[in-house]
């Protein structure tokens, strides 16, 4: 049986999550397991799920191998733990071939491509961080502003007229508990 897992990061990747579904169908998928999470998070319910329901002579089979994983030795884990299982990986989305681990071959491919993988996002995530460090630098990048705190004199002068708590929190579209977060602030 083939088992099909896919994967996107946010929840604005619909399309993404759709295509790869549709994917893992034409391929001859029975049961696919999808998620919307982070690869990073090591708890990913479904990946968790396809690796429990898959049995002995069993495929699971993925559009792309970051869509699985997001180290090498990550991914090779998983291949591992579908071999102990006597099941096999294949990979779809290759340049038209499919990589298939129950090959010597294709698992090295899949070694190697999962190498550049790795070396692709620590490349990015460092371009992201020289990024936020010049706009930190030219002022630009200042991070989430904090809304409720930037208010806390106001809030402090609203309950000083006599407005309840949540009537400032209305009046000032916050949250209650950010009214009295600002209003502790002032006892501290």
């Not at 733990?81 to 038209?96: E, R």
């Not at 491509?113 to 630098?137: C, H, P, S, T």
Request: glycine residues 8%.
């Amino acid at each position: 049986m083939k088992i099909g897992y896919a994967r996107v990061s946010t929840v604005d990747q619909d399309a993404g999550l759709e295509a790869q579904i549709r994917d893992l169908k034409a391929a001859g998928c029975e049961k696919v397991f999808a998620e919307k999470i982070s690869g990073k998070d090591a708890k990913r319910p479904e990946l968790l799920a396809a690796l429990e329901f898959i049995r002995a002579g069993d495929v699971l089979v993925v559009t792309k191998p970051d869509r699985m994983a997001r180290s090498t030795a990550d991914l090779l884990a998983y291949v591992e733990a579908l071999k102990t299982k006597g099941c096999g990986l294949i990979v779809l989305s290759m340049n038209g071939t499919t990589l298939d681990t129950t090959s010597p071959t294709s698992k090295l491919m899949l070694t190697m491509l999962a190498a550049v993988a790795e070396f692709e996002r620590d490349l990015m995530l460092e371009r992201q961080r020289e990024g936020i460090a010049k706009a930190r630098q030219e002022g630009k990048y200042k991070g989430r502003p904090r809304t409720v705190m930037s208010q806390a004199e106001t809030i402090r002068r609203m309950k000083a007229d006599g407005l309840s708590a949540a009537a400032i929190a209305k009046e000032l579209g916050i949250a209650r508990s950010g009214v009295y977060r600002a209003l502790e602030s002032n006892n501290s």
